[in-house]
């Protein structure tokens, strides 16, 4: 009996270094499990955390792009706004000088004319003074008679300058002994 005894205990104590060995070997496969799990955790959360900070790259690259985008759109049309008030200003500029020189042009055409016009009057009244003068001249001529002495037979009457009158004689008269002929382009005027 001793011997069944000694191998149950043996038996029985094999066993229960067994059952320990199990159940190290359990725990141990649990920690290793609850190690993969962990680490597992801890891996998914730094996926999660990466995943999430790639995200948050992304979009603020995103976001500089839009910015960079929205920058490059202001200072073209800034570029577009310059362009078109500098050719608004040239266009002002052409203009103005045209109408300047329109202007111009109308100033001298206006003081051409003047002067000619003024020509023409100063022309026209030199006409009309020598027509008046030659009618003046013709008259005296036919109420002197024939001995074409203007009425010298007073001895009084003046040889004047045609263009000229009795008023504005001076410088331009002389006065005629009798019988004298009257010189080409004088008229007679009576002395008064």
Do not use: C
Not at 15 to 41: L, P
Not at 130 to 149: F, I, K, L, W
Not at 171 to 177: D, L, N
């Amino acid at each position: 009996m001793l011997i069944g005894i000694g191998f149950t205990n043996y038996d029985n104590s094999d066993n229960t270094q067994a059952v320990e060995t199990t159940k190290a070997q359990t725990a141990k496969k649990k920690d290793v499990a609850k190690a993969k799990s962990a680490k597992s955790e801890s891996s998914r959360a730094e996926s999660k955390r990466l995943a999430s900070k790639k995200a948050k790259s992304e979009k603020a690259a995103a976001s500089e792009a839009k910015s960079e985008s929205i920058a490059a759109s202001s200072k073209a049309e800034s570029e577009s706004i310059i362009a078109s008030s500098k050719s608004e200003s040239e266009r002002i500029a052409q203009s103005t000088a045209s109408s300047k020189a329109a202007a111009s042009e109308q100033r001298v055409a206006s003081v051409s004319a003047s002067v000619a016009q003024s020509q023409s009057v100063a022309e026209s009244n030199r006409q009309a003074q020598a027509a008046t003068a030659q009618v003046t001249t013709q008259n005296d001529t036919a109420t002197t008679g024939t001995n074409n002495g203007g009425g010298v037979q007073t001895g009084s009457h003046w040889e004047i300058q045609d263009g000229y009158t009795w008023a504005t004689r001076k410088g331009h008269s002389h006065i005629k002994g009798p019988s004298l002929p009257l010189d080409p382009g004088y008229h007679w005027e009576v002395a008064y």
